[in-house]
């Protein structure tokens, strides 16, 4: 599976729920790319799903979902290492290490802690405070090259990056740093209701997210009545036109178009065809998906299996890290 010679890529997403179009598009995708050139390791981070509340058993469920997904979309695990955050306790130890190599100040400038706790004011809880201090760990565990980020994760990276300097100052060279990759095919995708804010796996209202899952006629539905403007005029301008701008950035992700091919192809045209024409260009991008996962997540011990198995390596590789880093801070190594 491993190749000396390749780099490291290291990505985690959460089992908060079926992953939307956003994390397909933004994300997920460009993963399976990543897998020919890099050695890859993708992790389902249900750690970090802590942060929110969420009903024991529908966790559960959701991380062998999430899983079954990433298996769905194209995640072979004969190439890449996939697995659930838990089932490696290094995860749990680094990022207490993490915690006490940051500091108040800097983890109270994260910009998601704060977006965060504004969304959920019943439930600021210490983990959602220092969670880039076990995503950090999360990182430097597998001495990882290169962490795709979005937009919103440079902040989090930049800290790993200067808890990691922190640490090889204080104790000796320890972790590599980092760095951040843009996946060329990476989008950004605005909920369908309200184009100003991101697509969230999260979000209450079903009309302004698509799930990957979704069927070819609620896709087409769901993109009827994404919120546009009144200009019908099919037209790339994210400030002023931000619903179609998004339509068209969704349009262009799948099918490759530029923003001035998707312009002349729907000149003179009003927004309903535009609008059957991306719901098309989706339900047929996500139909193998859903096929495939259908089939996946009845397979129960064989999702079990691939779990147990990158549970296993994953283990295995963070181990070594995690050793140097006791070894390090003076922790006694148990005999
Ligand atoms: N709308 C989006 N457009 C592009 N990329 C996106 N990602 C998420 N939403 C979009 C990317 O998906 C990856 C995994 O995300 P995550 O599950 O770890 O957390 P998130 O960013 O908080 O995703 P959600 O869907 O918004 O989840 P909830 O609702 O639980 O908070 C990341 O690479 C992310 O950039």
Redesign the pocket.
């Known amino acids: 599976m491993e190749n000396e010679t390749k780099k490291i890529i290291l990505?985690?997403?959460?089992?908060?729920?079926v992953?939307?179009?956003?994390?397909y598009?933004?994300?997920?995708r460009s993963w399976k790319k990543m897998q020919e050139d890099y050695n890859c390791y993708y992790f389902i981070?249900d750690l970090?799903?802590m942060t929110?509340h969420i009903d024991p058993q529908k966790r559960r469920q959701q991380t062998r979902e999430a899983f079954a997904l990433l298996l769905a979309c194209g995640i072979d695990t004969e190439k890449s290492l996939v697995f659930v955050q838990s089932h490696n306790k290094c995860h749990a130890e680094m990022g207490w290490i993490m915690d006490c190599c940051s500091q108040f100040g800097e983890l109270s400038r994260m910009t998601?802690f704060k977006d965060?706790s504004a969304k959920h004011p019943d439930n600021i809880n210490a983990g959602l405070f220092t969670y880039p201090a076990l995503m950090a760990g999360d990182i430097l565990l597998y001495q990882a090259d290169y962490v795709?980020?979005?937009?919103?994760?440079t902040q989090h990276l930049e800290f790993t990056r200067d808890v990691a300097t922190r640490f090889n100052h204080t104790y000796g060279e320890v972790f590599k740093l980092p760095e951040g990759y843009f996946p060329k095919a990476?989008?950004?995708?605005?909920?369908l209701q309200d184009p100003t804010s991101?697509?969230?796996?999260?979000?209450t209202n079903p009309k302004a997210t698509i799930s990957i899952l979704d069927d070819e006629k609620t896709i087409l539905k769901k993109f009827k009545s994404a919120v546009t403007d009144s200009e019908a005029c099919v037209r790339f301008d994210p400030d002023k036109k931000p619903g179609v701008s998004n339509l068209m950035t969704i349009y262009s992700a799948i099918t490759g178009k530029t923003m001035e091919e998707i312009e002349s192809e729907f000149a003179g045209k009003g927004y309903g065809d535009f609008k059957a024409a991306v719901g098309q260009a989706v339900a047929d991008e996500l139909r193998p998906i859903r096929e495939n996962f259908a089939r996946l997540i009845q397979d129960r011990s064989y999702l079990e299996e691939e779990m147990k198995k990158g549970a296993e390596r994953a283990t295995y590789i963070a181990n070594k890290t995690l050793t140097k880093v006791k070894k390090r801070v003076g922790l006694l190594l148990a005999k």
């Open positions: 990505s985690g997403i959460q089992p908060t729920g992953f939307t179009l956003g994390n598009l933004g994300a997920v981070a970090h799903s929110i998601q965060k795709p980020v979005g937009a919103d994760q990476g989008a950004r995708v605005m909920s991101k697509m969230s796996k999260s979000d």
